[in-house]
């Protein structure tokens, strides 16, 4: 019996041609979420600002550095502009300081390593989630006990659907916060 055409597609190239496909989507799953699940993740800044000392000993409120988290989507890595307030009369002989003054009087700013990320497909607001009532803490860790800033929780889908699902175990501070959507157009957009 001869081979058609049709029979060596359907028999050899529509099944390697799906293997192919099935392959590609889990390891792009796999990838990325090693990628988003990044707890631990603590990179050396350019300056080593401890959080410790800022938020926790002096108490400085997160939104006086982090600008715009009550109305806007992501919270401002801050800028050189926002540390001179204080240091260009504090502390201006240490050596952080110093590295900091530079960075300020030559106009570049801090290249800043992010710590913490929501994947590229999935839409994130913080000042819907500051404005509910939801401390940094409950995403961001305990950052007053931080030396140095690292990722303590993952930023995964099944992390927050859990939250959304579940917002009073799983927030450290509430003000009236209810379940959140789990619909997925609220994140996948």
């Not at 801050?78 to 900091?100: Q, T, Y």
């Not at 530079?102 to 497909?121: A, L, Q, S, T």
């Not at 999935?122 to 500051?130: C, E, K, P, T």
């Amino acid at each position: 019996m001869k081979r058609t055409v049709l029979d060596y597609a359907l028999k050899i190239r529509l099944p390697l041609t799906l293997f192919v496909i099935a392959l590609s989507f889990v390891l792009t799953f796999y990838i990325s979420r090693a990628e988003r699940d990044s707890v631990g993740y603590k990179p050396e800044q350019p300056i080593k600002y401890s959080h410790k000392l800022h938020a926790g000993q002096m108490a400085i409120d997160c939104q006086y550095c982090h600008i715009g988290v009550t109305k806007e989507r992501q919270a401002i890595v801050p800028s050189v502009n926002i540390c001179m307030n204080c240091h260009s009369l504090a502390r201006k002989d240490k050596p952080e300081i110093i590295k900091l003054t530079k960075y300020y009087n030559d106009g570049v700013p801090i290249p800043w390593k992010r710590v913490h990320k929501v994947p590229e497909y999935a839409y994130f607001n913080h000042s819907v989630h500051v404005n509910k009532g939801i401390d940094c803490e409950s995403c961001h860790g305990n950052v007053k006990e931080m030396e140095f800033m690292e990722q303590v929780k993952p930023f995964t889908m099944t992390a927050c659907l859990d939250c959304h699902r579940h917002p009073k175990e799983n927030l450290t501070y509430l003000k009236n916060v209810n379940p959140g959507p789990e619909y997925c157009s609220a994140c996948h957009r």
